[in-house]
């Protein structure tokens, strides 16, 4: 059995002669963030807070987990959304993370906001 022989018109878009120009391309819009059902409300956390929070716990800052500037999750928070679209530093405030939980109700969770290596 043999292979379907191409056209020159098939060859020439195979080379990217044929192909639209980027101009041609219709520009779609971004997506607006929808959560999923299944990720959890964070909750970015003012300096005052941060502090109030760090002494309460009684932990220094590196003992906690970390998480990303980058992160999906983050967009769940409408103060998130708005410290970042007005730029600013976001690295070293925590981050409350709340959980259900069939034993107590509700799992509070705390992150640091570490920058991401591609400097976002």
Known sequence: MTAPKR????KSKAKGK????????PVVPPRPFQANA?????ELLSIAETDETL???GITI????????TD???????KYVAA???REALAGRLVRV????????EAIAYRVLIQSSSGD
């Not at 044929?18 to 391309?25: I, L, R, S």
């Open 98 to 105: 709340r959980r259900p939980s069939q034993t107590a109700g």
């Open 62 to 69: 590196d003992r906690l987990p970390k998480i990303l500037v």
């Open 7 to 10: 056209t020159s018109a098939a």
């Open 55 to 57: 002494k309460t716990l």
């Open 38 to 42: 299944l990720t959890p409300p964070h």
């Open 72 to 78: 999906p999750g983050l967009k769940t928070d409408p």
């Open 18 to 25: 044929g192909k639209a120009g980027a101009a041609d391309a």
């Open 84 to 86: 970042r679209d007005a």
